[in-house]
């Protein structure tokens, strides 16, 4: 089994900053890709930010410049920073991975979710 820990989300004013981490542990031979989505109330899920093995990023337009995703190969986590952060980034933050398990199967695995509010 593979389980996903997501840790830092919390209350912050605007223009404040948070760090959100996720670490994956369990029977994993290596980890391709990692991100975040987040979800906020009534909304569907949208990608925030994604990363490659190499550190190939990718972002949501509305977070480029404010957010940068980084990974730990060695440690298996994921890093979210967020600065500048804006009352409409309020979300439930949930990373994901996609890991290749000691028998070669490959699945994508979530966290559980932590919860991001910014106060106007």
């Known amino acids: 089994q593979v389980q996903l820990v997501e840790s830092g989300g919390g209350l912050v004013q605007a223009g404040g900053s948070l760090r959100l981490s996720c670490a994956a542990s369990?029977?994993?031979?290596?980890?391709?890709?990692m991100g975040w989505y987040r979800q906020a109330p009534g909304n569907q899920p949208e990608l925030v930010a994604s990363i490659t093995p190499d550190g190939s990023t990718n972002y949501q337009n509305s977070v480029k410049g404010r957010f940068t995703i980084s990974r730990d190969n060695a440690k298996n986590t994921v890093y979210l920073q967020m600065s500048s952060l804006k009352p409409e980034d309020t979300a439930a933050y949930y990373c994901?991975?996609?890991?290749?398990?000691?028998?070669?199967?490959?699945?994508?695995?979530w966290g559980q979710g932590t919860q991001v509010t910014v106060s106007s």
């Open positions: 369990g029977s994993i031979s290596s980890i391709d890709s």
């Open positions: 994901n991975a996609r890991a290749i398990l000691s028998d070669r199967t490959a699945y994508t695995y």
